[in-house]
């Protein structure tokens, strides 16, 4: 039984996993996971790496609404704020690969949950440009 909380990113991940008709097993597959490294998702235990977000959103999952709770009001293939958000995803993992002394799984997080709550508040800067401009640089 999952000891997650009603509203939370565990409870909306598996609302999007019964959407999508998978189970956890096959999704864990689909995202190239452990099972119990996806049980302990949907169980709160733990939350997914930016990467494993990117893969939900190709799997043809709604992860602005499983990240902040608020529903897409257009199609996620028009949504220019959610590709900015993907952009973000992308320029995140790349920085982590280049600089992986400065990036630590808690960096990389709080970096994508700016760009949600950007998103999701209906921020109109241009996010990809200023998430380059102040990701650290090794010395």
């Given at each position: 039984m999952s000891s997650a909380?009603?509203?939370?990113?565990?409870?909306r991940?598996?609302?999007e996993r019964v959407r999508l008709g998978m189970?956890?097993?096959?999704?864990?597959?689909?995202l190239g996971l452990p099972p119990a490294t996806y049980r302990n998702y949907e169980a709160g235990r733990t939350e997914p790496q930016v990467s494993v977000v990117v893969r939900l959103d190709e799997l043809g999952a709604d992860v602005l609404w499983m990240m902040t709770g608020r529903?897409?009001?257009?199609?996620?293939?028009t949504q220019s704020g959610f590709d900015q958000v993907l952009e973000c995803a992308r320029i995140i993992e790349d920085w982590a690969r280049e600089y992986p002394e400065l990036a630590s799984k808690d960096i990389k997080d709080g970096y994508m949950r700016i760009a949600f709550l950007l998103v999701a508040t209906g921020g109109k800067a241009?996010?990809?440009?200023?998430?380059?401009?102040v990701l650290?640089?090794?010395?």
């Open positions: 909380l009603p509203d939370s990113f565990a409870s991940l598996r609302s189970s956890q097993l096959e999704l864990a597959a689909a529903a897409a009001m257009v199609p996620p293939s241009d996010f990809v440009s200023a998430l380059k401009a650290p640089r090794a010395a």
